[in-house]
Nanobody, 127 residues
Framework: QVQLVESGGGLVQPGKSLRLSCAAS????????LGWFRQAPGKEREGVAC????????AYADSVKGRFTISRDNAKKMVYLQMDNLKPEDTAVYYC????????????????????WGQGIQVTVSS
């Protein structure tokens, strides 16, 4: 069956870094666009970053551009989110997701309904 399992979350101070990982199985990973989403308490879920299956191009939400980096390793079936210069407003549950979206990544990919989702992992940025 399809599985997406996030790891690497936790409590971190403002200005520090954290790296999230997501291990995938049960689907044709190479042909899927991967995304990271987050949901803070009382807020709607938002797309953070995505990496395309077609050319590994990436797209980011304005709120994280220049601070977060998404990457994928097709051989290991892993997707990562490197989060630098974290801010308290980055506090949220972060979800890894996958969908069969083709083409060069754009921010429009962050608005799609993804087919597969992980369980989510908490990231808390606080001093």
């Amino acid at each position: 069956q399809v599985q997406l399992v996030e790891s690497g979350g936790g409590l971190v101070q403002p200005g520090k870094s954290l790296r999230l990982s997501c291990a995938a199985s049960g689907f044709a990973f190479d042909y899927y666009t991967l995304g990271w989403f987050r949901q803070a308490p009382g807020k709607e879920r938002e797309g953070v970053a995505c990496v395309s299956s077609t050319d590994s191009s990436t797209a980011y939400a304005d709120s994280v551009k220049g601070r977060f980096t998404i990457s994928r390793d097709n051989a290991k079936k892993m997707v990562y989110l490197q989060m630098d210069n974290l801010k308290p407003e980055d506090t949220a549950v972060y979800y890894c997701a996958a969908d069969a979206i083709w083409g060069t990544a754009t921010t429009e990919f962050l608005n799609r309904r993804y087919a597969y989702w992980g369980q989510g992992i908490q990231v808390t940025v606080s001093s």
